[in-house]
């Protein structure tokens, strides 16, 4: 190492660091010094009508629509959705209100379609036609050209103001007309199945639709308003229907809110009568037209102003290049190219920041958690009702909440929970009386808590059929998460830690002792999988062993750093070591059941679901310091292969992170992009579930930076494709936000700002040979804890620069 060059190079990074600072960057980064990279999903034409509207089929039992499902553009804000088409003859944007629902599928209820807008505009043969999201703003337009005159419309869905904004204007005074049709989809008199009913009355330029549907006795308001500046506006009564013609307008602005009477309440799911659920003489009315009015007066400019606040807050947290080269193409040219050639890379980084979007999107405090679809659906009965599935899928929805910055996120799911405790309390107590009813406490507080697959905004199961009671530790890792990424104590004493000592004491009565000293859970199932065509329920599978095991170590960590101990915490220190989670196999793979001998033998080979290796991720107890589990590990995923669904190959994407195998993950990842990706970047597992969006932004996160460790790893599994790079804003456990910058596939510096305080040890290949700054520059020591790792005391708020000697 030549110290001369390093020492210049230190001191040039340095300067660059602390003029980051005057420019006013709060939290400054190398990254942020240069320009923020503008993301924009977009398209040349308009999503196409084929068949016409609610042209749904069926696909695998589901209903499908080509258009709306693949070329839509979605917009929302946690509370609702749009998914907007951006044509120029009739417009059609379609409205989701996360709480609307219906019998649906199953009888358990789901998500319906909210409404319909249609705009007619009449313009027929358009030019310099664009529409796109621009994700960095969470605001999508669409632009182009009528008989000379341009068109622009931008739509975005304020999470503050809670209403959907569009605004249309034209490059000619009075430029602006058109006449706006709502619908009111799926109404159904009382003598269907699915009853809906609902109506529309216009007043001047408000619509209302209002409606009732039976299943929940839910009742439903929607709210239009129209601000034309200048022009004429006129509107018309027909029957249960309403318009609003705008004629020569300069520009319009239209504010647009929706609510019900859904409450999330203990009682909600306490109450079994579907239809008492919700109280039937509840209106939604004020809540929405006080949203009308205070956005109203709020204005446009304000309104976007504050959107864009809010958004951004949340959004520009994170920065990753992975390339320099963006193409200028539309996004479904994109994506074919992409499968045509994986070598443009700028996809895979378009990807992760669209899962972001995604995210903050669908899930704010305040709104339910993000469900399988996110807070989209056309549909009047969504596909898997559009819930929350608790075997693998809503908990893959925040798996990338916490390493990306986005922790907040995560409340809704919290708030849930808390609506849902009381039930999940009794449906323990439930499944004990049932499958094990020698271990019931006799105080029914102490059986704990549960949850099963099949759960909704209108309730929720508890575990049995086809998945094992793991399915809660995969929801109680969630709140471990939470607390590891932000290090909030309180959180941990209030949240975590009673969710997770709720579950380890339900867990622990799902044991059932055999042999000498082993316990397992018994009955126990690996989500889904089947033998000779049933549900294969067995003792003790690996996924309820390893998932009590996770648990009852989260809460092991957890009462030591709270400072709390009691018999069952000593009981659960003794049950953890009975519990035996993982056993290779005869063809080297861990296996999925005990009685399994190779692999394959029970069960499909190439099942979607990795239960058995919910261990390597989400949970840690497959790591760097189990050689023989990971080398089994690998085995398992390279004989289970990647040919299978959206959401399973993000899953596999992160297990092949954690074996540290980025050529791995970026190969499946790439699969995923090419076979699962949609022109609009939704993803399908078919049908479109979230799920894979969020599941391969984790992905991405995990292979740029990892921290279960008990150290921060940054570039764990770094694949050749992205050999030079950079990003900032990535968070480690530790509550430690990293940057890093990498050329050649070596970290040229990594910036870690501590936000808790704390001891910080990173790992790197040849980190020992780099020099550790402070923030102004002032050479910091550490200490050497091997070749590949350092440990550095810091300070909250502060940040450590490394500077690596340039590669020879
Ligand atoms: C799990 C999966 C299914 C589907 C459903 C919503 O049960 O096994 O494939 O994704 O969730």
């Known amino acids: 190492m030549n110290f001369s060059n390093v020492f210049i190079t230190a001191c040039l990074l340095i300067c660059l660091v602390i003029n980051s ?61 749009a998914n907007l088409f951006g044509r120029t003859d009739t417009e059609r944007i379609q409205l989701t209100e996360k709480t609307l629902a219906n019998e649906g599928l199953y009888g ?32 999508s337009y669409v632009n182009y050209v009528s008989d000379g005159v ?37 109404l159904r008199d009382s003598t269907q199945k699915n009853t809906r009913t609902g109506k529309m009355e216009v007043h001047e330029d408000l619509i209302t639709m209002s409606g009732f549907i039976e299943h929940f006795s839910v009742n439903y308001k929607g709210q239009i308003k129209v601000i034309p500046d200048g022009g004429k506006l006129s509107s018309a009564q027909n029957g249960d229907k309403a318009e609003i013609t705008v004629s020569k307008a300069n520009s319009v602005v239209l504010v647009i809110a929706a609510g019900t009477n859904y409450k999330l309440s203990n009682e909600l799911f306490l109450e079994d009568v579907h239809s008492k659920k919700l109280d039937p003489e509840s209106l939604p009315h004020e809540k929405v037209s006080s949203l009308i009015n205070a956005a109203v007066a709020k204005g446009y400019e304000n309104l976007k102003k504050t959107h864009l606040q809010d958004y951004q807050n949340l959004f520009s947290r994170v920065r990753l290049t992975l390339t320099s080269e963006i193409p200028k193409v539309s996004t479904k040219e994109l994506l074919e190219n992409y499968k045509a050639d994986t070598t443009n890379h700028f996809l895979e980084e378009l990807m992760f920041h669209y899962g972001r979007y995604l995210l903050i999107s669908t899930s704010r405090k305040g709104t339910l958690p993000c469900g399988l679809q996110g807070v989209w ?57 049932k499958h094990n009813p020698q271990a019931l406490a006799t105080d029914s507080l102490d059986n704990g808590w549960t949850i099963g697959t099949g759960t909704t905004p ?43 000592l709720g579950m380890s004491k339900f867990l622990s009565k799902t044991l059932v002792p055999a042999g000498d000293s082993l316990l397992l859970v018994n009955p126990s199932a690996s989500p889904e999988q089947k033998h000779n065509g049933e549900n294969y329920i067995t003792a003790g599978t690996t996924f309820d062993q390893e998932l009590v095991w996770e648990n009852h170590n989260d809460l092991l960590k957890a009462s030591k750093i709270l400072d709390l101990t009691n018999d069952f915490i000593e009981m659960v220190q003794t049950e953890i070591t009975r519990l035996d989670p993982i056993l290779v196999g005869k063809s080297g793979q861990i296996k999925e059941f005990r009685e399994e001998e190779h692999y394959g033998e029970i069960g499909e080979k190439q099942h979607r679901h990795i239960s058995h290796l919910c261990a390597l991720y989400p949970g840690t107890l497959i790591n760097s310091s189990t050689q023989d589990w990971m080398d089994a590990s690998i085995v398992t995923l390279n004989l289970r292969g990647n040919n299978t669904t959206g959401w399973a190959m993000a ?67 770094l694949p050749k494709a ?55 520059g002032e050479s910091t020591n550490f200490r050497r804890v091997d070749a590949e790792s350092i440990l550095f005391g810091t300070e909250k708020g502060k940040s450590y620069v490394l500077i690596f000697p340039e590669n020879k």
């Open 722 to 776: 992205w050999s030079t790079g950079e990003y900032s804003g990535l968070v480690a456990r530790g509550n430690f936000e990293l940057s890093v910058v990498w050329k050649d596939g070596q970290a040229s510096s990594i910036e870690v700002l501590s936000r808790s305080g704390g001891e910080c040890r990173l790992k790197y290949p040849g980190i020992e040979n780099a020099a550790l700054y402070g923030r102004n």
């Open 651 to 717: 899953h596999r994407m992160n297990a092949r992170a954690r074996t540290k195998d980025g050529e791995k993950a970026h190969e499946v990842y790439s699969k995923f992009i090419k076979e699962r990706t949609l022109p609009n970047l939704w993803t399908t597992h078919p049908p479109f579930q979230i799920d894979g969006n969020f599941g391969c932004m984790a992905g991405v996160a995990e292979m740029l930076l990892q921290s279960h460790e008990g150290y921060i790893e940054p570039l764990a599994a």
């Open 108 to 139: 358990i209820g789901g998500l319906t379609s909210f409404a319909e807008l249609n705009f007619e505009f009449n313009h027929t043969n358009p030019t310099n036609y664009s529409r796109s999201i621009n994700i960095n703003e969470a605001i």
């Open 150 to 186: 341009e068109y622009t419309r931008e739509h975005f869905i304020s999470y503050p103001d809670n209403v959907l904004v569009i605004r249309l204007t034209s490059s000619r005074d009075g430029g602006v007309s058109f006449t706006l049709k709502p619908e009111i989809p799926y």
């Open 458 to 500: 209108h309730k929720i199961v508890g575990p049995g059929g086809h998945s094992g009671p793991g399915t809660g530790a995969l929801t109680t890792k969630m709140f471990w998460d939470y607390y590891e990424f932000t290090m909030d104590t309180s959180f941990l004493r209030e949240k975590a830690y009673p969710a997770i």
């Open 377 to 433: 659906s056309q549909y009047e009965v969504t596909p898997f009702t559009g819930g929350f599935w608790h075997n693998i899928n809503v908990q893959m929805n925040y798996w990338g909440a916490f390493n990306t910055n986005l922790a907040e996120t995560f409340t809704p799911y919290v708030e849930f929970f808390d609506a849902y405790l009381p039930k999940a309390k009794s449906l323990a107590t439930e499944y004990l009386k």
């Open 21 to 81: 600072v005057q420019s006013g960057y709060a939290q400054g980064t190398f990254s942020r010094l240069k320009s923020e990279r503008i993301y924009t999903v977009w398209d040349d034409e308009p999503a196409p009508n084929r068949g016409g509207d609610f042209n749904i089929t069926k696909a695998r039992g589901y209903p499908y629509d080509e258009d709306w499902e693949l070329r839509s553009y979605p917009i929302g804000n946690g509370y609702m959705g």
